[in-house]
Each structure stands twice: as C-alpha cells, then as structure tokens.
C-alpha cells in the first residue's frame, strides 16, 4: 500500500495541452463524490503528498486524465480510477476542478475511507497462517503474508475469498551490517529483525455500502496499523481501493496465486 503522487505538475510531464470544452456543473457529482476522496471536493487535497487540482488549466487537466486513461502515463492509482472515467466525464471533471479557487488548505478526509472499520485481530492472529514471505530491497523490509480461516478455506476450494476473509501483512526491518546492507541467512534471505507495522485488508457485510462505484471493491476495506496493533492516523485508504479495484478477478488480491497454492499443500 505505498504512497502515490497524484496527477504530479512537473513540468517535465506535462502532455501536448488539448482544448478543453467541457461543462463544470456536470463534472461536479463525479469529482465530489470519487476524485475528492484524495483532491478533496473542491480540488484542495486531502494531505501533502497529493497535489491541489483547484484552478488548474483545464486543458491540462484533460490531457493528464486521458493520458492516464490510455495508459501512456503510468500509475496505479490513476490508472484505475482514469480507466473508468467515459469520454464525457474526462473533460466534464477538468472543467469543474479549472473552476474551483485556488488555495493552500487541506480537506477533510471522508469518514469511511481514513476510518475504515477494520479492527486488530489480537485474539484471532493465532489461526493465521503464513502463506508468502517477500524481501524488499528498496526499503529493506521482510514482509510476511498471512490469511485468516476463511480466506484460507475458500483459496483451498478455488472459490473467491467471501465476506470474513481477513488478509494480514506484517512489516518487518530486516537485520543489518555494519555496513547497513541486509544480513542473509542460510535461505538467502533477509533475516527479520524488528516488528515495522502491519498491513490489512478485510471485508465483511456491509462494509463497501459508503465506498463510491469507482473506488469499491466489493466489501473489502484497508488500514494501517503500527507495531503495536494500533491504527495508523491520516491512513487514507482511498489509495489502496484504487490501487485493488483493477484486481477484482482475483479477489482484489494481488497474492491470490500465492494463497491458493499455499492452501493447496
């Protein structure tokens, strides 16, 4: 679940400008109700890490929304959301934001997208079991997958993961040298050294009901939580339902494959 920069203004990425001609009113449902869980409904965004959308040039705007669409300019995030936009609402959305008054403020996140309803589960982590371990050099993490029961059971049956499923991902440091490079042991792998975090990703009835069409997936829900079993503040999970939403042939998993053949032995 990394951090993503939203429709970034560099320069250097700006695509050949086309003529934007499209209608602001119409554009204003579709932007508040999906784009302003991270651009914030009248284009000032909800943290420091996604770019403000408000008064900027809407021929601009389009041209990095179709470009998007198309896949010319990559991110997972935008991709996502941009691939399900129609023809219509492209311009429709570039316009409403180019007529929104710049500012330096940040919005308010949504309710249900930096307060997801997924609780630690303290009591239950024991049934887990560990089903893919992945190194991560750029960060020098080691990262443990595990899935609850249900998630387990139906992997084994081949059937989609059903309400209940509860997918949890420990965040690991990995041991380091002297010469702060990650320590190897016999498998050749990293060797885990500190607790970082978690990871989760749950679903249950209901829980998908708040989420706009173009971010749901399905009832499943995401967070964030420290060392501790805590909830990580400011999470945002509007980022990770966009980055999954493409995934929903499998589950929204992107371990899917994993999961099942480790069910499977």
């Known amino acids: 679940m990394r951090r993503f920069v939203l429709l970034c203004c560099s320069v250097a990425l700006v695509a050949p400008l086309v003529r934007a001609a499209g209608d602001a009113e119409a554009g204003k449902a579709r932007a508040q109700a999906v784009c302003a869980a991270c651009h914030g409904a009248n284009g000032l965004s909800v943290s420091d890490s996604i770019p403000n959308l408000a008064g900027q040039r809407a021929a601009y705007l389009e041209a990095q929304l179709r470009a998007w669409k198309d896949g010319s300019r990559k991110n997972a995030v935008m991709n996502a959301i941009a691939a399900q936009l129609s023809a219509d609402e492209i311009p429709n959305l570039a316009a409403y934001f180019a007529a929104q008054t710049p500012g330096t403020g940040k919005s308010a996140q949504f309710a249900g997208l930096s307060k997801p309803p ?14 893919l371990t992945i190194d991560m050099p750029a960060n020098k993490q080691v990262r443990h997958y595990l899935a609850n029961p249900v998630a387990l059971a139906a992997a084994r049956a081949g059937k989609p993961l059903p309400d209940g499923s509860f997918i949890l991902v420990e965040a690991w440091s990995a041991r380091l040298d002297a010469d702060k490079k990650p320590v190897l042991g016999p498998d050749g792998r990293f060797i885990p050294d500190q607790l970082a975090g978690y990871t989760a990703m749950a679903r249950e009835a209901g829980w998908g009901d708040s989420v706009p069409d173009l971010l749901r997936n399905e009832n499943w829900t995401y967070t964030l939580f420290n060392a501790a079993g805590q909830p990580r503040t400011g999470f945002n999970q509007a980022e990770c339902l966009a980055c999954h939403k493409p995934q929903d042939k499998v589950s929204y998993l992107f371990t899917l494959d994993k999961l099942q053949a480790a069910a499977a032995r």
């Open 118 to 131: 997924i609780v630690f589960p303290e009591k239950e982590r024991g049934s887990f079991v560990r089903y």
